[in-house]
Each structure stands twice: as structure tokens, then as C-alpha cells.
């Protein structure tokens, strides 16, 4: 199984800051990487496929990078909406796997 | 306006069994690949299984944690997803969603339901 590996679990910024999550693939993935927020007692929305391009309707403060097994999801100007957890999945292999998450709260 | 609303959700005692629904709508749902992802209390996302469309023979795909347990199925007629589960465990306890995939291979989540909540406890 491909294991992902985000960092940090947790983090903590303020109103304007602009952030960065790191998300780790233990084989090449092909660049399929998906990233997805959650707010809590909220489903899962979908933010991003295929490394970088955004789902319909994501705003374009969120923008996805990154090639082989390392990706990344950062959010241009941080607001108090964005204020969840991040998942980033691979879509390439069987079993699809998540990241652990990471937390964003506000400092 | 697209739409994924599960149900069946409840308590169940381990060994037991349960079936939830996905009622889909606002989308042409038989030329969709739809998924299941379960979280369990407090912890991160899993997924659960596949089911693809017909022109790909309904075939499913599951996690190991679940194939031989778990039965994915859709009707194409009534817009509906289904999981069968049987044998539950303790682990099995979790919040299940329906997600719908995107249109392009590889199939990628689009878009996710609500949830329902399967307890398995004694």
C-alpha cells in the first residue's frame, strides 16, 4: 500500500498568513494527488485533483504543487473560513490511501 | 443541484449486519464510478470500496479491511448506492460517506454526502 505522510498534523496562523502543507507519497504516484478540507461535524469538500487543479467553485486562494512523491497545498491568504482539517489522498494505486491530516487553528 | 444523501445508519451489535443507502440526484448517476469512505471517531479518512459504472461492468474494488465483509452495489434505475455490511466489528464503527467521482481516469472524489453513522457495540 502507499502510505502518505502529511506535515505538520497541526498548525497555527493568523487572519492573512499564507500556508503551506507538505503531503509525502512512499512510491511515485503520477502525480495523482487529491486534497481535500473538513470542517468539524462537516464532510469532507473536495479541493484539488491531480496535484493542482482546483474542483469547481474552490476559490483560487488554494493552489496545489509538486511532482513524484512530494506535494504540496497552500493557501495564499489565510481567512477565518479556511479554519479546518486537510487531507491530501493518492488516487493511483489500490488501495486509495489518505494523509493523517493536518490541522489548521487559528493562533 | 448535485446532491448525495445517505441513510441506514444506526447501532448494531459485532457480528451483525447492515445495509446503508445512497440516494443520488441532480447528475446523470449511471455514468458515474461511486466510492464509500468511512472515519471513525475522532480519526482521519478511509476508504471503504469502488463501484464502477456499467460500462465498466459494475466492478468493484475494496480495502482489505473490508473485502469478504462488505458488499458494494448500485441500481442505476432507482440513482441509488448501497453497502452491505456484515460481520461488523467494533472497528467497523464510523461515519460513512458516499462520494462520487469525477468523469476523467483516473476517477478522482468530486463529490461527498452528508454521512451516516454506524455504530457497532454491544
Known amino acids: 500500500d502507499i502510505q502518505m505522510t502529511q506535515s505538520p498534523s497541526s498548525l497555527s496562523a493568523s487572519i492573512g498568513d499564507r500556508v503551506t502543507i507538505t503531503c509525502r507519497a512512499s512510491q511515485g504516484i503520477n502525480n495523482n494527488l487529491a486534497w481535500f478540507q473538513q470542517k468539524p461535524g462537516k464532510a469532507p469538500k473536495s479541493l484539488i485533483y491531480a496535484t493542482s487543479n482546483l474542483q469547481s467553485g474552490v476559490p483560487s486562494k488554494f493552489s496545489g504543487s509538486g511532482s513524484g512523491t512530494d506535494f504540496t497545498l497552500t493557501i495564499s491568504s489565510l481567512q477565518p473560513e479556511d479554519f479546518a482539517t486537510y487531507y491530501c489522498?493518492?488516487?493511483?494505486?489500490?488501495?486509495?490511501?489518505f494523509g493523517g491530516g493536518t490541522k489548521v487553528e487559528i493562533k | 443541484e448535485v446532491q448525495l444523501v445517505e441513510s441506514g445508519g444506526g447501532l448494531v451489535q459485532p457480528g451483525g449486519s447492515l445495509t446503508l443507502s445512497c440516494a443520488a440526484s441532480?447528475?446523470?448517476?449511471?455514468?458515474?464510478?461511486m466510492e464509500w469512505v468511512r472515519q471513525a471517531p475522532g480519526k482521519g479518512l478511509e476508504w471503504v470500496g469502488r463501484?464502477?459504472?456499467?460500462?465498466?461492468?459494475?466492478?468493484?474494488e475494496y480495502a482489505a479491511s473490508v473485502k469478504g465483509r462488505f458488499i458494494i452495489s448500485r441500481d442505476d434505475s432507482t440513482n441509488s448506492l448501497y453497502l452491505q455490511m456484515s460481520s461488523l466489528k467494533t472497528d467497523d464503527t464510523a461515519v460513512y460517506y458516499c462520494?462520487?467521482?469525477?468523469?476523467?481516469?483516473?476517477?478522482?472524489?468530486?463529490?461527498w454526502g452528508r454521512g451516516t453513522l454506524v455504530t457497532v457495540s454491544s
Open positions: 462520494v462520487r467521482d469525477g468523469l476523467t481516469s483516473p476517477r478522482y472524489f468530486e463529490v
Open positions: 441532480g447528475f446523470t448517476f449511471s455514468d458515474h464510478y
Open positions: 463501484c464502477r459504472n456499467k460500462a465498466n461492468s459494475y466492478t468493484p
Open positions: 489522498q493518492q488516487y493511483n494505486n489500490f488501495p486509495l490511501t
